[in-house]
T-cell receptor
Framework: SAVISQKPSRDICQRGTSLTIQCQVD?????MFWYRQQPGQSLTLIAT?????????ESGFVIDKFPISRPNLTFSTLTVSNMSPEDSSIYLC?????????????FGPGTRLTVT | GQQLNQSPQSMFIQEGEDVSMNCTSS?????WLWYKQDPGEGPVLLIA?????ELTSNGRLTAQFGITRKDSFLNISASIPSDVGIYFC????????????FGSGTRLLVRP
């Protein structure tokens, strides 16, 4: 399966600021996704990062708060804007591996964000 | 929207014991996946199931896709300390092949 890295691995940020998280894959993948995992909770899909076009957001998530870029088939960024303590979570990117099936998603190690 | 009910929420077992956890849904899923998440890591895919009734093994792990397509279980035989972690079921429904819905997770603790 694809090897996925995320930067930063963790950060502590002040409320009102923004943080951009990077996701890098070692091979070209068609679909990339961003998830949020709140403390002690399960994973919730934020959006699908589409290469060359605007991301597709899930209900409850908006582009102004979570802008996403996908400039090519191996890289994506998620920005958490105007942060508040409620944004403290683990943010995970995942990819659909071209060798597998669409619903087989593989995850990066996550970015642990704490907002003070 | 679609939801998955995963149980139990947590388990504290003795090393060597077998473990069973399951997920149920009120709606049909086309795919069931089981992941394990260690502290500070992203979820790792353990088993993927694609057909109703399918039974698949991966080492000491066995998972089944329920006949009704509304449930799945994961068994771990002869548990060892490194089995400790959080196990998530996930499913993709009939309306979207890529959108995964995750269960709430089962936290497994193993006593040596």
């Amino acid at each position: 399966s694809a090897v996925i890295s995320q930067k930063p691995s963790r950060d502590i940020c002040q409320r009102g600021t923004s943080l951009t998280i990077q996701c890098q894959v070692d091979s070209q993948v068609t679909m990339m996704f961003w998830y949020r995992q709140q403390p002690g909770q399960s994973l919730t899909l934020i959006a699908t990062a589409n290469q060359g076009s605007e991301a597709t957001y899930e209900s409850g998530f908006v582009i102004d708060k979570f802008p996403i870029s996908r400039p090519n088939l191996t890289f994506s960024t998620l920005t958490v804007s105007n942060m508040s303590p409620e944004d403290s979570s683990i943010y995970l990117c995942s990819v659909e591996d071209r060798g597998g099936r669409v619903s087989e998603q593989y995850f990066g190690p996550g970015t642990r964000l704490t907002v003070t | 929207g679609q939801q998955l009910n995963q149980s139990p929420q947590s388990m504290f077992i003795q090393e060597g014991e077998d473990v069973s956890m399951n997920c149920t849904s009120s709606s049909i899923f086309n795919t069931w996946l089981w992941y394990k998440q260690d502290p500070g890591e992203g979820p790792v895919l353990l088993i993927a199931l694609y057909k109703a009734g399918e039974l698949t093994s991966n080492g000491r792990l066995t998972a089944q896709f329920g006949i009704t397509r509304k449930d799945s279980f994961l068994n771990i035989s002869a548990s060892i300390p490194s089995d400790v972690g959080i196990y998530f079921c996930a499913g993709s429904g009939v309306d979207s092949s890529y959108k995964l819905i995750f269960g709430s997770g089962t936290r497994l603790l193993v006593r040596p």
